[in-house]
């Protein structure tokens, strides 16, 4: 159970004391993953927008149903959310197979995306 947590902790907090990607055992985990800190940058911001979801529903509950917007179905916060962080996900994908520019311009399209399913989903 210990080893675990230290991989999970690990996994977190990309650091040189971990460039190895060893145990203190020596045994070798988390070698087949690319832990950059932009990439444990996006799992917290992942993490940070579920916990402010869990709080924001506990606070208010219901999730904030709406009519149908755009997508012509009825949605509550958690659903703009998750149709959010999916979009999100295809807009790199698409922009990963269809340009050759910087991925931070892909982020800012989705970023737009999410604010506009926001608002009018």
Not at 41 to 50: M, N, S
Not at 82 to 92: D, K, N, R, V
Request: with cysteine.
């Amino acid at each position: 159970m210990r080893w675990l947590l230290l991989a999970a902790l690990t996994a977190l907090i990309p650091d040189a004391a971990f460039a190895q990607n060893t145990s203190p055992t020596g045994v070798s985990f988390l070698g087949w993953m690319a832990w950059t800190w932009q990439t444990a940058l996006f799992f917290v911001c992942i993490a940070v927008a579920l916990v402010t979801m869990t709080v924001w529903e506990i606070a208010r509950p219901g999730g904030d149903p709406r009519e149908p917007g755009i997508l012509g179905i009825d949605t509550t916060r958690g659903d703009r959310l998750f149709i959010s962080l999916l979009s999100a996900a295809y807009i790199h994908l698409a922009w990963l197979a269809l340009f050759t520019g910087p991925l931070w311009w892909a982020s800012i399209i989705a970023l737009v995306w999410a604010a506009a399913v926001a608002k009018w989903v």
